[in-house]
């Protein structure tokens, strides 16, 4: 293995004034992070020469041979192609020692994002963890994360001002019946913070023009891969990034200058069509992988072959707070954010 990758430095390029890194993303419900679609977000970048990405895909549609006009993650995954996957993660292949990819575990992120705003304590998430997935149960447990989701959530349909009564009045029936348990004071903390969640909601609706969403991963994952990328060294660093919505020019400025006050040196985050630069493409079947792989373990249907050929790319400061798959994905649990992004 490539040593940086032991030591969670970025690989690369020493001599070069500014890194560029080509990212993408895989697995976003926006701020439906309970009710969506996939239990993971991943956001990836890579350090290839365009050159080199070009034939790492010229090499990918030799060997999948698919009629596709644009690859995706899910060609890879296909069974029948088992060997182009591994060719593609393992040692020798286009992408080892020169990539990175940023985990969410959205369940937690929620919480963690709750801890947040109600108690100014992200480092109350880890408790409400254990909380949610031990003590209330399936059924609760759900119904608690999604009116957090809710509570936390930019738009809340037609009416918006519910979010707040409907959580409160949740969390007081989820700590009767959990009064007798270590649930109670977990949840009892959270129930000091309806004064916070008020203003929170309010700021929502009074706030800036360029709305940051608390519970986007996106924004987030991204001054992530800066930092891991700029390293602590704070080499300059110049992302290319897939097209996205969520990344409107306010967002972008937002990015930047968050990154710059914790001492990423991130010079530039610009916007290209995936379909035209080859690197943000590998980038996409990287994000995809990582969000398969890593979903299928927290859910207790993981490969082992394919996460432990993923373990080598994952980001350490990847926000999951699941111990069962901490371990095989070399994570810490709970990993709790150390930036306060709202």
Same mark, same amino acid.
């Given at each position: ?215 986007? %991963?996106?924004?987030? +994952?991204?001054?992530?891969?800066? &930092?891991?990328? /700029? *390293? ?5 660093? #110049? $992302? @290319? ?7 409107? %020019?306010?967002?972008? +400025?937002?990015?930047?200058?968050? &990154?710059?006050? /914790? *001492? ?5 985050? #610009? $916007? @290209? ?21 890593? *979903? ?47």
């Amino acid at each position: 293995m490539d040593p940086h990758q032991d030591s969670g430095a970025p690989p690369g390029d020493d001599d070069a004034a500014v890194r560029e890194i080509a990212c993408d993303e895989s697995g976003s419900d926006g701020e439906n992070l309970t009710g969506g679609n996939t239990d993971v977000f991943a956001h990836a970048g890579v350090q290839v020469p365009v050159a080199d990405a070009a034939r790492a895909l010229r090499e990918i549609r030799d060997r999948i041979r698919s009629p596709a006009t644009e690859y995706k993650a899910t060609h890879l995954l296909r069974e029948k192609h088992r060997t182009v996957l591994e060719w593609f993660l393992a040692p020798g292949g286009p992408v080892h020692g020169a990539a990175r990819v940023h985990l969410t575990e959205k369940s937690f992120f929620v919480l963690d994002r709750l801890a947040g705003v109600l108690v100014d304590d992200r480092g109350a998430a880890a408790e409400l963890y254990r909380t949610v997935r031990k003590a209330l149960g399936a059924e609760d447990g759900q119904r608690f994360m999604s009116v957090a989701n809710r509570l936390l959530r930019t738009r809340n349909g037609a009416e918006p001002g519910s979010s707040v009564p409907l959580f409160f009045e949740t969390l007081d029936g989820l700590r009767r019946a959990c009064a007798d348990t270590d649930a109670g004071s977990a949840l009892g903390r959270l129930a000091a913070g309806r004064g916070r969640a008020e203003a929170y909601r309010a700021g929502l609706l009074d706030g800036p023009a360029v709305r940051i969403p608390v519970l986007n %991963p996106l924004l987030p +994952a991204i001054v992530a891969t800066a &930092a891991y990328w /700029s *390293g602590p060294e704070r080499r300059p660093v #110049r $992302l @290319v990034h897939d097209r996205q919505n969520l990344l409107t %020019p306010g967002r972008i +400025a937002w990015i930047e200058e968050t &990154a710059r006050r /914790s *001492g990423v040196a991130l010079t530039e985050l #610009r $916007l @290209v069509v995936a379909r035209d630069d080859p690197r943000v493409q590998l980038a996409d079947f990287l994000a995809g992988i990582a969000r398969k792989a890593a *979903g299928d373990a927290l859910r207790g249907d993981g490969d082992p072959g394919l996460v432990a050929l993923l373990r080598p790319y994952v980001d350490p400061a990847s926000l999951w707070g699941d111990g069962g798959t901490a371990d095989a994905l070399g994570l810490s649990a709970p990993n709790s954010s150390s930036r306060a992004w709202n």
